[in-house]
């Protein structure tokens, strides 16, 4: 309750989000009301300003603290630093803001991006200097490359009257080395503008499409005393941006549609984010259409659902075992990453592209009705349109194309489902990959979300519904050590869903502080590591592209191979306070998954190190090491 | 680099032998869709072959690997672990395609 009338009275919540968050907590409407009264002399005591605008005084560190909370923030997560003294000052009588200490600024940031993404609330991330600042980056780039509203800050230690003096932890240009990575970044040129540019951060970050931003200043802004300036709630600058669709493109993508003889529809990441789920379900149904996905981030279409097609192997819309030559197709909230030459969607195909990132747009495939919109609004338009062209015959014909996108549906589950069919199934010490894949999806809650940075393996099995059932949060930047972080961010902001994190050994090992952050926090997520001690993609990779040289015939691989000594997960997980095991078979992966579960019951984390078969070409039983020893070379017993 | 940097830890994971599954499209892959593959004497299966697997890959990553039917089996259970559709006779007719040309006595340098 202090903490909701702190927001009160900073004016960070409403007076409906007052009385909605005291019954919320058990408080009835009535008391609820009776405490608001108590508490309104006060508030009009600081309403000199208009609505949402406070002239507040204080330190450089303060104001920021107060730009914070009106801009929604209730989570900050940082690392130590020295010169943000005044900031951690003003956070002792705030305590509507909750810092949260993170022993590394990736992992602290993939935490800070994993809240976002599964709570939609505002956040900032904060390092120390340019040198906390260059850990960080890497899940800038994620975020980036993620589109995820995520605020990063860090002060330049050189301060305002020595700057340029290649100074300790300087860098010249702090705020440009992020350029390429964020859509906005500033530097504060006075102390009283550190309000106002966290404002444009969130503000950036926060208008679609979302993306990182980055706000710095120098040191001494910080200390800075009687600091006066104006701190504005987010609601006040945010420009709300919500697009409806061209009308005129509308009606052109809804006769494509209902005129096509196979639509397709690919979904995207937007969907999620708009929780427009639903939506895209609606409008597949009432055209019968053929339901695929891209690589993204979440599961944005319920896997169960009789138009789901499944995912093309290859990427390209020409490795989807069906449909095979679509007509029309259409991506929606879908950014379409490629990484060779072919488009995803052929040319041969019509392409109705609806998405609110209107810059990627046209650049590979080319399109031939654009929808730039919010895929909430534009779904519901487009919807609209198709039913006011439907008629008896396309009805006809939207039946017969669902019946046939059904039975197909049923022929892939019964295919899918022969993964337990492989002769190696209840091998032992190490296990098959998909097994523990198996296992863990016939032991998951029906609603929980699976965090996955185990981005080799095959995620089969577990038949996500973003309506209700399993979620999921996979990557789509790809600078590792995101997985645990990110399961962490996710549990602080769904603490009544399971929360599974799958992660490969080399993944894991970028970026396990996380794990502390679990432990302290009470964040009860099982960790389950795929270890198979080896780099197994690049493996394979290399060898594809060296076939039949020096590395196969001589089996020397220099790049691939993490054993000798193996590491062992679930000791570097006891050294963070998280309790763990090593998992050689499947028995022992049963009886482990009920530990775990029972450990998450009552409150903890729990890690299970699962040992995984090594597979693919040219694996040797004990592959070989670089003899590097310089054991040799020691002439001194030190 | 930073690409090649980062991609070891795609793995940490048990892997495949072939690079495929489907939500983790890799660079590559899609170069592979175009690629001619040589080295696969006719002999019963490997229209089917052909037909299936050289939708993601290209044929690189075969020629240094040498297994028996079961072996091979196990490779092609995997990949529909990673998105594949096959029925079971299609798998063992790949399988046994592999075994032939790809077998443990198979010449490795067959091509």
Redesign the interface.
């Known amino acids: 309750m202090r903490e909701l009338v702190a927001r009160y009275l900073s004016r960070s919540i409403s007076r409906r989000s007052f009385l909605k968050g005291l019954t919320t907590a058990g408080v009835s409407l009535g008391a609820a009301k009776g405490i608001l009264e108590s508490i309104v002399p006060a508030a009009h005591a600081q309403a000199a300003a208009p609505e949402g605008i406070k002239v507040f005084q204080g330190t450089g560190g303060a104001c920021f603290a107060e730009q914070l909370i009106a801009s929604g923030v209730k989570y900050v997560f940082g690392n130590s630093a020295s010169e943000d003294a005044q900031f951690y000052e003003a956070l002792v009588d705030r305590p509507q803001l909750k810092y949260i200490l993170s022993p590394h600024e990736g992992p602290g940031a993939a935490m800070a991006a994993g809240y976002v993404k599964a709570s939609g609330e505002p956040t900032i991330v904060m390092q120390a200097a340019v040198v906390g600042l260059m850990n960080a980056m890497g899940q800038m780039y994620n975020a980036f490359k993620e589109q995820t509203p995520l605020v990063f800050y860090s002060y330049r230690t050189d301060q305002t009257r020595r700057a340029g003096r290649d100074g300790f932890e300087e860098v010249a240009n702090q705020e440009q080395i992020v350029g390429p990575l964020t859509k906005y970044s500033w530097l504060a040129r006075r102390a009283d503008m550190i309000p106002e540019t966290l404002r444009r951060a969130f503000k950036a970050a926060w208008t679609p499409p979302y993306g990182p931003t980055y706000a710095s200043w120098h040191s001494d802004f910080n200390d800075e005393t009687g600091v006066r300036t104006e701190i504005i709630t987010q609601q006040k600058v945010d420009p709300r941006m919500r697009v409806r669709p061209n009308p005129a493109e509308v009606e052109r993508a809804a006769k494509l549609l209902v005129e096509a003889r196979m639509p397709l529809l690919i979904v995207g990441d937007e969907l999620y984010n708009t929780k427009s789920v639903a939506k895209a379900v609606k409008l597949a149904e009432l055209l019968g259409m053929p339901v695929t996905q891209?690589?993204q981030m979440y599961a944005n279409f319920p896997q169960s659902h009789h138009l789901w097609v499944?995912?093309?192997?290859?990427?390209?819309l020409?490795?989807l075992?069906y449909p095979k030559e679509p007509d029309v197709v259409f991506s929606v909230g879908n950014k379409l990453?490629?990484?060779?030459?072919?488009p995803i969607v052929p040319r041969s195909a019509k392409f109705i592209d609806m998405r609110i990132d209107s810059a990627s747009m046209g650049n590979v495939i080319t399109t031939e009705v654009p929808l730039v919109a919010d895929v909430a609004y534009g779904l519901d338009d487009l919807t609209a349109a198709v039913e006011g062209l439907m008629t008896a015959s396309i009805r006809k014909r939207v039946e017969e194309r669902a019946q046939e996108v059904r039975g197909f549906g049923e022929?892939?589950r019964g295919?899918?489902a022969?993964?337990v069919?492989?002769?190696?199934w209840n091998r032992n010490n190490p296990m098959?990959?998909?097994r523990l894949?198996w296992e863990i999806a016939q032991f998951a809650d029906p609603d929980a979300i699976i965090v996955h940075e185990?981005?080799?393996?095959?995620?089969?099995s577990f038949g996500f519904n973003p309506l209700g059932g399993r979620e999921l949060f996979?990557y789509y930047g790809?600078?590792?050590?995101s997985g645990v972080g990110t399961a962490a961010g996710v549990k602080l902001a769904r603490p009544n869903q399971q929360v599974i994190c799958l992660?490969?050994?080399?993944?894991?090992?970028?970026g396990p502080t996380a794990l502390w952050n679990m432990a302290r926090l009470e964040l009860p997520v099982i960790t389950i590591?795929?270890?198979?001690h080896?780099?197994?993609?690049?493996?394979?990779?290399v060898?594809?592209?060296t076939?039949?040289g020096r590395m196969?015939q001589t089996g020397q691989f220099y790049?691939?191979y993490?054993g000798n000594p193996d590491m062992n997960m679930a000791h570097i997980a006891k050294g963070f306070g998280v309790d763990g095991e090593v998992v050689e078979s499947p028995v022992q992966l049963k009886a482990a998954l009920a530990r775990a579960r029972k450990a998450t019951v009552e409150g903890r984390p729990y890690l299970i190190d699962a040992q995984?078969?090594?597979?693919?070409?040219?694996w040797a039983e004990k592959p070989w090491v670089p003899p590097i020893r310089v054991a040799g070379e020691r002439t001194r017993k030190v | 680099m930073k690409d090649a940097i980062r991609r070891p830890g795609y793995t940490g994971v048990v892997l495949a032998f072939l690079l495929v599954f489907p939500l983790t499209i890799l660079s590559g892959v899609a170069h592979a869709q175009q690629a001619k593959p040589t080295g696969f004497p006719d002999a019963p299966g490997r229209d089917l072959l052909l037909g299936r697997c050289f939708q993601c890959h290209g044929d690189g990553i075969w020629r240094d690997h040498r297994q028996d039917q079961r072996g091979w089996e196990g490779v092609l259970y995997r990949m529909v672990g990673r998105g594949a559709l096959w029925t079971e006779q299609e798998i063992g007719t790949m399988a046994g395609y592999l075994a032939t040309v790809r077998g443990t006595s198979t010449d490795k340098t067959q091509r």
């Open positions: 891209a690589r499944g995912t093309p192997g290859a990427g390209t020409a490795s075992t990453q490629h990484n060779g030459p072919s022929r892939a295919m899918r022969l993964v069919k492989n002769p190696d098959l990959s998909d894949t185990a981005g080799s393996i095959g995620l089969h996979f790809a600078h590792l050590g992660v490969g050994d080399g993944s894991f090992i970028f590591v795929y270890n198979n080896a780099y197994s993609g690049p493996h394979s990779r060898i594809e592209k076939a039949g196969v790049h691939d993490l995984v078969a090594r597979t693919g070409v040219a």
